[in-house]
């Protein structure tokens, strides 16, 4: 059975990532991209589809032993876990080295430390997420599991034995002993993959990190937070394209035992701003530039057909299938790849994508005429569509609705545009954009504004709340002290908040509409957890308004909730206090960043 979703750790090489259990157990590794089928989908079933495990031996039929210890070595993405056992102690190092021109790689070291400890390696490889069994052999000293396009090769100098579709090796650590095992990933048509080596592999592997974390502009008191977010923002990121992953797997479920579970292995063009703004404010112009420039090359010449997510090459087919053969994480199905959503009409993000082109034009990234075209053509079409129903930035399956976020987002995009033309940057139709802006605005503020309760709903006519509304005051909609932000502000507080102080994204439950009548805003049944990214947007609200000490605390409430590697999943479940959702989840760690940048530069930090 797999691990509570915090019990992992992430190790990955910019191209995809595995997840490692506190038992030793990688439970999830898709070869050899993100979005390619899994090899081990043991997180999302059961021991049956795929899973390699290394640990103490334990016995037969018995649960293995979780480590006592385990953390980064330093600001890496190298995991060390640490067993004490009753004969001594051993410790595993995980890694995947970053990806040159070799085969994708997965690297597991045990060192022994004191005593002698018995080890087993346990390896049940399930290709296309655990549905198909290879035909595994020995290839001289190497073993290979071959099936369709895919082979996984294994090389160790420990001796291995078959038993039950499963690969063992049994042996024995004592101090100072190593033991290498590594899998490599090729196309089964393909020669085999080079004899790795792993020690090399390590060195190289902590060289890159060491290098890449330099980079880092922040120096405050939140700088191990922030920096674990980076490398985390930095493993999702595909090396080849620059596009960045909402997170590694698919399927956690929002709520256990659910319906809410997505395929996350795609590109968002909402992440688009805020990752900028990120990487920009703590140093990191390259990821930003490249980030850039997949988001260009993604987007094409087609704003009249812009989706809100995209492959990690900028792929746009993501068709939605299920994955009936697997029961699901603690049995939360339906397991699905793809992501329907992506054929959705979501109005906001060509506010995103302007406001990401703006950015990187203000903070002076390297000049892109494209960029500044697309831009126009983007406002082009929002001139003739900003007044449609929409599904809105939560991608409800519900009916559309004019989404006051939606509108704001449109108001963002013409804004930016307005500036860039003011500023002579570009040629446009300078009045006519003004005032569909002030249009835009006035409209927000007629329609989607509850007087008598001050403050703004989650779309018109309604009298739902939306944790969306927080973006209002940060993207420059109203300013932080006019009295409906702040209205909006303590209503979510009052309203949108768990009982411990975190932000639901909006109420699940069924709410009345304008007419009276019963509708289902997200189309969905069942409830999700707190999210966690709302969570630090309210954070970011209390300190603008000049809350300080209470965006504080809340801020450091919400690090408390990351795991004891310094990962967050996508939501948090008040009632089982448990992290829920896809996991790592860029969309958590990118607001981690920018409330801690906002709160040192406020100086509203404990000493």
């Given at each position: 059975m797999a691990g509570r979703i915090e019990d992992y750790a992430l190790i990955g090489d910019m191209q995809t990532a595995a997840l490692v259990g506190r038992d030793g157990t990688v439970d999830w590794l898709c070869l050899p991209r993100f979005d390619s089928h899994a090899v081990f989908a043991g997180l999302l079933g059961t021991e049956e589809h795929g899973f390699w495990r290394v640990g103490p031996a334990h016995p037969a039929g018995g649960d293995p032993p979780p480590a006592d210890r385990r953390r980064y070595r330093g600001d890496s993405l190298v995991l060390e876990s640490e067993w004490d056992t009753p004969r001594g102690t051993v410790r595993i190092i995980d890694f995947m080295p970053p990806r040159e021109n070799h085969a994708p790689q997965l690297v597991r070291i045990v060192e022994g430390v004191s005593g002698r400890v018995r080890m087993r390696s346990a390896?049940?490889?399930?290709?296309?997420?655990?549905?198909?069994?290879?035909?595994?052999?020995?290839?001289?000293?190497?073993?290979?599991?071959?099936?369709?396009?895919?082979?996984?090769?294994?090389?160790?100098?420990?001796?291995?034995?078959?038993k039950d579709l499963t690969t063992y090796s049994d042996f024995t650590v004592g101090p100072g002993d190593r033991m290498a095992f590594t899998i490599s990933w090729?196309?089964?048509?393909?020669?085999?993959?080079?004899?790795?080596?792993?020690?090399?592999?390590?060195?190289?592997?902590?060289?890159?990190?060491?290098?890449?974390?330099?980079?880092?502009?922040y120096h405050g008191p939140y700088r191990e937070a922030v920096v674990r977010s980076l490398i985390t923002l930095k493993a999702l990121t595909y090396a080849p394209t620059g596009g960045i992953v909402a997170a590694p797997t698919t399927s956690l479920p929002e709520e256990i035992g659910g319906e809410r579970n997505w395929d996350y292995r795609f590109t968002w063009l909402r992440d688009a701003a805020i990752t900028l703004s990120s990487l920009l404010r703590t140093g990191y112009r390259e990821e930003a530039r490249a980030w850039r420039e997949w988001l260009l090359r993604a987007v094409a010449g087609d704003p009249e057909n812009l989706q809100i997510m995209y492959g990690i090459a900028g792929e746009r087919e993501l068709s939605e299938a299920e994955l009936t053969w697997l029961p699901g994480y603690e049995g939360s199905k339906p397991v699905r790849v793809g992501n329907g959503a992506a054929g959705q009409l979501q109005l906001d993000v060509y506010g995103e994508m302007v406001e990401a082109l703006h950015l990187g034009h203000m903070t002076g990234l390297a000049r892109n005429d494209y960029a500044q075209l697309l831009q126009l053509k983007l406002i082009g079409y929002l001139e003739n569509h900003w007044e449609e129903k929409d599904e809105g930035i939560w991608e409800v399956r519900g009916p559309r609705r004019h989404f006051v976020h939606s509108k704001v987002m449109a108001w963002v995009a013409v804004d930016r545009t307005v500036k860039l033309i003011e500023a002579g940057d570009v040629d446009g139709p300078l009045e006519r954009w003004r005032n569909l802006r002030d249009e835009i605005h006035r409209q927000v503020c007629e329609k989607g504004y509850d007087k008598e309760r001050n403050t703004f709903t989650q779309s018109y006519g309604s009298k739902e709340l939306d944790a969306s509304l927080l973006l209002i005051p940060q993207m420059g909609f109203l300013p932080p002290d006019d009295k409906r932000v702040i209205g909006t502000i303590e209503a979510i507080q009052r309203e949108l908040t768990t009982e411990d102080g975190f932000v639901l994204r909006y109420p699940t439950s069924s709410a009345a509409g304008s007419d009276g009548a019963a509708e289902n805003v997200d189309g969905l049944a069942g409830e999700e957890g707190a999210f966690l990214a709302c969570s630090f947007w309210l954070a970011d609200d209390l300190a603008m308004i000049g809350r300080v000490d209470e965006a504080r605390k809340l801020f450091e409430k919400l690090l408390a909730l990351r795991n004891d590697v310094g990962l967050l999943a996508?939501?948090?479940?008040?009632?089982?206090q448990r992290q829920v959702g896809n996991f790592p989840q860029a969309f958590s760690h990118v607001p981690l960043i920018d409330t801690a940048l906002r709160l040192t530069a406020s100086g509203a930090y404990g000493v």
């Amino acid at each position: 059975m797999a691990g509570r979703i915090e019990d992992y750790a992430l190790i990955g090489d910019m191209q995809t990532a595995a997840l490692v259990g506190r038992d030793g157990t990688v439970d999830w590794l898709c070869l050899p991209r993100f979005d390619s089928h899994a090899v081990f989908a043991g997180l999302l079933g059961t021991e049956e589809h795929g899973f390699w495990r290394v640990g103490p031996a334990h016995p037969a039929g018995g649960d293995p032993p979780p480590a006592d210890r385990r953390r980064y070595r330093g600001d890496s993405l190298v995991l060390e876990s640490e067993w004490d056992t009753p004969r001594g102690t051993v410790r595993i190092i995980d890694f995947m080295p970053p990806r040159e021109n070799h085969a994708p790689q997965l690297v597991r070291i045990v060192e022994g430390v004191s005593g002698r400890v018995r080890m087993r390696s346990a390896l049940r490889m399930r290709f296309s997420y655990g549905w198909v069994v290879p035909w595994v052999h020995k290839a001289g000293n190497r073993t290979v599991a071959v099936a369709g396009p895919d082979s996984v090769w294994l090389d160790t100098e420990a001796d291995t034995y078959g038993k039950d579709l499963t690969t063992y090796s049994d042996f024995t650590v004592g101090p100072g002993d190593r033991m290498a095992f590594t899998i490599s990933w090729e196309a089964s048509h393909r020669e085999a993959p080079e004899l790795p080596e792993p020690e090399e592999a390590l060195r190289t592997t902590e060289d890159f990190w060491r290098d890449w974390v330099e980079t880092c502009t922040y120096h405050g008191p939140y700088r191990e937070a922030v920096v674990r977010s980076l490398i985390t923002l930095k493993a999702l990121t595909y090396a080849p394209t620059g596009g960045i992953v909402a997170a590694p797997t698919t399927s956690l479920p929002e709520e256990i035992g659910g319906e809410r579970n997505w395929d996350y292995r795609f590109t968002w063009l909402r992440d688009a701003a805020i990752t900028l703004s990120s990487l920009l404010r703590t140093g990191y112009r390259e990821e930003a530039r490249a980030w850039r420039e997949w988001l260009l090359r993604a987007v094409a010449g087609d704003p009249e057909n812009l989706q809100i997510m995209y492959g990690i090459a900028g792929e746009r087919e993501l068709s939605e299938a299920e994955l009936t053969w697997l029961p699901g994480y603690e049995g939360s199905k339906p397991v699905r790849v793809g992501n329907g959503a992506a054929g959705q009409l979501q109005l906001d993000v060509y506010g995103e994508m302007v406001e990401a082109l703006h950015l990187g034009h203000m903070t002076g990234l390297a000049r892109n005429d494209y960029a500044q075209l697309l831009q126009l053509k983007l406002i082009g079409y929002l001139e003739n569509h900003w007044e449609e129903k929409d599904e809105g930035i939560w991608e409800v399956r519900g009916p559309r609705r004019h989404f006051v976020h939606s509108k704001v987002m449109a108001w963002v995009a013409v804004d930016r545009t307005v500036k860039l033309i003011e500023a002579g940057d570009v040629d446009g139709p300078l009045e006519r954009w003004r005032n569909l802006r002030d249009e835009i605005h006035r409209q927000v503020c007629e329609k989607g504004y509850d007087k008598e309760r001050n403050t703004f709903t989650q779309s018109y006519g309604s009298k739902e709340l939306d944790a969306s509304l927080l973006l209002i005051p940060q993207m420059g909609f109203l300013p932080p002290d006019d009295k409906r932000v702040i209205g909006t502000i303590e209503a979510i507080q009052r309203e949108l908040t768990t009982e411990d102080g975190f932000v639901l994204r909006y109420p699940t439950s069924s709410a009345a509409g304008s007419d009276g009548a019963a509708e289902n805003v997200d189309g969905l049944a069942g409830e999700e957890g707190a999210f966690l990214a709302c969570s630090f947007w309210l954070a970011d609200d209390l300190a603008m308004i000049g809350r300080v000490d209470e965006a504080r605390k809340l801020f450091e409430k919400l690090l408390a909730l990351r795991n004891d590697v310094g990962l967050l999943a996508e939501e948090w479940d008040s009632a089982r206090q448990r992290q829920v959702g896809n996991f790592p989840q860029a969309f958590s760690h990118v607001p981690l960043i920018d409330t801690a940048l906002r709160l040192t530069a406020s100086g509203a930090y404990g000493v």
